[in-house]
Each structure stands twice: as structure tokens, then as C-alpha cells.
């Protein structure tokens, strides 16, 4: 994934994310859990690093994966159909859901939000899914769906000003580290707007997206910044 331009102790995590383009496979089995949350929302103190973002995006049907789904941040924003597999108690559809963090026990590869959770049961069976506790599920992976949004760049809340984030003399591209989940860093900023792009491999192959001058010269931690990259 390349980036131009380097920032000074600045991270960065992209805060919507890309549609992964085409998959098709067989369902895997494994199991499931969920995670105590008041509103049965996702957490803003996930391993990707999305934030406050991770505990309402797609309607707050998000989970925890395990090691080998999350492979290390590279899974965040990957999007599943889990089912559990009782008939007495869940739907045939199951629930979609997108990766936000990292997390696994008692050999599951999921441990969904209590909404996500839910979702699985049919409608008036949801408190004795939630009784079991673990359940065996599959799952497959799925595209993910953003329609009518557009692509955002998050500054990190850790990202220093007034150092600036901006596009080199040279017009270099320069790559970022992948700090931990979805957050990328670099350092020793020039002045200036900052340019981003990534690569996106589908059915058509592999290129690149760029995000013209996507954060500004004055920008803010914390702050999230639209781009024009629509998703579909």
C-alpha cells in the first residue's frame, strides 16, 4: 500500500472502507460468541483502530475475528455471512457482518457484537441463542456493501500538530507502516496537502486508487476527511 507524503508520530486509518470486489466460496464451519456491550453496539476500542466508527458501521453487525481472519489487521473491514447452524432457533440468512477487531476463545473464529448476535436467531428465539452463549456456525466471505458512501481518511487521535502532513518536493511516493489493524504511520513531514493511494485487487486484478490531496494542510487529530472515492 503506498502513500505520498510522511507525517511527524502520525497516524492514519482509513475509516470507511473499500468493497471487497469478488469472492465466492464454500461455507466454512466454526463457531461463535458475543461481547457484553450496554447498547449492543460494536466497540470503539477495537484492534483495528477505527474508533468510534467501529461501533455503528453496518448498523453495528460487527465482530471480533480470529488470528487467521484478522491476519494480523490485514482481515479489518472484511465482510462475512455467519449463520449458526440450529434450526430450531436461527434463520437460514444468518447475518452480515464486518470485521472491526480481533479477538477468539473456546475455538471461535467470531465473537460478534450482541446486535450481530442476535440477528442470527429467528425472531422471537434470540434469548435462547443468547442462553447458549457459543454456538457452531459457518460462514463464507462477501462482498461489502457501501452504497452512496464515499470514501474517508481518519487522522489518528494520537497524530501530532502542527506538524504537517504533505506531498514531497520530489513528488515521491513514499510508503507508510502498518501500525496495528487499519492504522498506517510515518514521519518528517513536509508542508502541505497530503495525497493517498492504495492498491485494490478484484476480478479486473490488481491497480491503484489515489485520493487526491484527501487530508489538508491544517489538519486535525481526530478528525475524519471525505474523499471522492465512491463505493459502491
Keep these: 500500500m503506498g502513500f505520498s507524503l510522511k507525517f511527524h508520530c502520525c497516524l492514519m486509518s482509513v475509516m470507511v472502507l473499500l468493497p471487497t470486489l469478488c469472492y465466492s466460496q464454500d461455507y466454512v464451519k466454526s463457531r461463535a460468541t458475543y461481547y457484553g456491550s450496554p447498547d449492543c453496539l460494536g466497540t470503539p476500542r477495537g484492534a483495528c ?87 457452531e456456525v459457518e460462514y463464507q466471505r462477501i462482498p461489502c456493501r457501501y452504497s452512496g458512501y464515499k470514501m474517508q481518511f481518519k487522522v489518528h487521535e494520537h497524530s501530532k500538530y502542527p506538524n504537517y502532513l504533505a506531498i514531497a518536493d520530489c513528488k515521491e511516493w513514499i510508503g507508510m507502516r502498518r501500525a496495528y489493524g487499519a492504522v498506517f504511520d510515518t514521519t ?34 481526530g478528525v475524519a476527511y471525505e474523499s471522492d472515492i465512491e463505493l459502491e
Design 188 to 221: 518528517y513531514p513536509p508542508s502541505g496537502a497530503v495525497t493517498l493511494r492504495f492498491q485494490v485487487q478484484g476480478s479486473a486484478g490488481v491497480y491503484w486508487v489515489q485520493a487526491s490531496n484527501v487530508i489538508p494542510s491544517d489538519w486535525k487529530a
Design 49 to 135: 483502530g477505527y474508533g468510534e466508527f467501529g461501533r455503528t458501521v453496518n448498523d453495528a453487525n460487527v465482530a471480533g475475528a480470529s488470528y487467521r481472519l484478522y491476519k494480523n489487521g490485514t482481515g479489518c473491514g472484511t465482510c462475512y455471512q455467519v449463520r449458526c447452524t440450529n434450526p430450531q432457533l436461527c434463520t437460514d440468512n444468518g447475518v452480515n457482518i464486518v470485521v472491526t477487531d480481533y479477538g477468539e476463545g473456546d475455538n471461535t473464529d467470531f465473537i460478534l457484537s450482541p446486535r450481530a448476535y442476535s440477528r442470527m436467531a429467528q425472531s422471537d428465539k434470540a434469548a435462547e441463542l443468547f442462553a447458549y452463549g457459543v454456538v
